[in-house]
């Protein structure tokens, strides 16, 4: 009348050491995915925003500007409304730049220029010329 009912600590150890290792295994690349869509959606949100900034700019007079600077960039509405920041992700840092800040007339940039973003080990050139489209990415 040996009748067993469960797992000897045998089984359970090696339940466990599996479900560890694959743990261990998992973390690395779901970080790895994080970043890669924070970065997606730094950009999405640097898009928007230049956007937003042209469609101000659209039948107003008042200036509407992005400043940018070695970690993040600002958004002016108005000179006198509160701006609004945005931080660049981890390990990013705005490189070179030809205008320290820009703005749109009447939906048409200030003036054509580039960006110039670096990225871990990989440099993001963000292209404004001229005309009333808002630029694109090169990398």
Same mark, same amino acid.
């Given at each position: 009348?040996? &009748? #067993? ?5 045998? %089984?359970?150890?090696?339940?466990? =050491?599996?479900? =560890? ?6 973390? +690395? /690349? =779901?970080?790895?995915?994080? %970043?890669?869509?924070? %970065? $997606?959606q730094f950009l999405n949100?640097?898009?928007? &925003?230049?956007?937003?900034?042209? !469609? ?7 200036? =509407?500007?992005?400043e940018f600077h070695k &970690? #993040?960039?600002? /958004?002016?509405?108005?000179? @006198?409304?509160? +701006? ?9 840092? /705005?490189?070179? @730049? ?7 007339? !009447? *939906?048409?940039? !200030? $003036?054509a220029g580039h960006i ?6 990989? !440099?993001?050139? /963000?292209?404004? +010329?001229? *005309?009333? *489209? ?6």
């Amino acid at each position: 009348m040996n &009748d #067993h009912r469960g797992f000897t600590l045998l %089984e359970v150890l090696i339940v466990l =050491s599996i479900l =560890s290792i694959l743990i261990t295994l998992s973390v +690395p /690349i =779901s970080k790895s995915l994080f %970043e890669k869509q924070e %970065e $997606k959606q730094f950009l999405n949100t640097l898009e928007s &925003d230049i956007l937003y900034i042209q !469609n101000l700019s659209l039948g107003t007079r008042s200036r =509407s500007t992005i400043e940018f600077h070695k &970690d #993040h960039y600002t /958004i002016f509405k108005t000179r @006198t409304e509160k +701006p609004i920041i945005r931080y660049l992700p981890k390990n990013w840092q /705005i490189t070179y @730049t030809t205008y320290k800040h820009f703005y749109f007339v !009447n *939906g048409t940039i !200030n $003036k054509a220029g580039h960006i110039l973003i670096q990225k871990n080990n990989e !440099n993001l050139q /963000i292209v404004f +010329p001229l *005309g009333r *489209g808002r630029g694109y990415i090169r990398e």
